[in-house]
Nanobody, 123 residues
Framework: QLQLVESGGGLVQPGGSLRLSCAAS????????IGWFRRAPGKEREEVSC????????YYMDSVRGRFTISRDNANNIVYLQMNSLKPQDTAVYYC????????????????WGQGTQVTVSS
């Protein structure tokens, strides 16, 4: 079975950067699209970004476009989320999730989820 583990979260000042990692085990990520989600206190979970298995199609929610970059390293079974120019509004638990091949834009299409990693942006 596919298992996903996030890492790289932590405390950072506004304007700082973090790189989150989503490491997969059990099966190769070659056939999976990987999405990053986040849930902030008092808010619904939202899809931050997604990258298709072909590595040619990506999605970003409007509030992070231009600041966040999703990438994948299939050889090492890792997907990254580079987060720059972080804002307090980015504070949330970040999750990675997997679905087959394409980013469909519906949360229920994701069949596998990691445990989450906390990102806190604060002075």
């Amino acid at each position: 079975q596919l298992q996903l583990v996030e890492s790289g979260g932590g405390l950072v000042q506004p304007g700082g950067s973090l790189r989150l990692s989503c490491a997969a085990s059990g099966v190769s990520l070659d056939n999976y699209a990987i999405g990053w989600f986040r849930r902030a206190p008092g808010k619904e979970r939202e899809e931050v970004s997604c990258i298709s298995n072909t590595d040619v199609s990506t999605y970003y929610m409007d509030s992070v476009r231009g600041r966040f970059t999703i990438s994948r390293d299939n050889a090492n079974n890792i997907v990254y989320l580079q987060m720059n120019s972080l804002k307090p509004q980015d504070t949330a638990v970040y999750y990675c999730a997997a679905q087959e091949r394409l980013c469909l834009g519906v949360e229920y299409a994701y069949n596998y989820w990691g445990q989450g990693t906390q990102v806190t942006v604060s002075s």
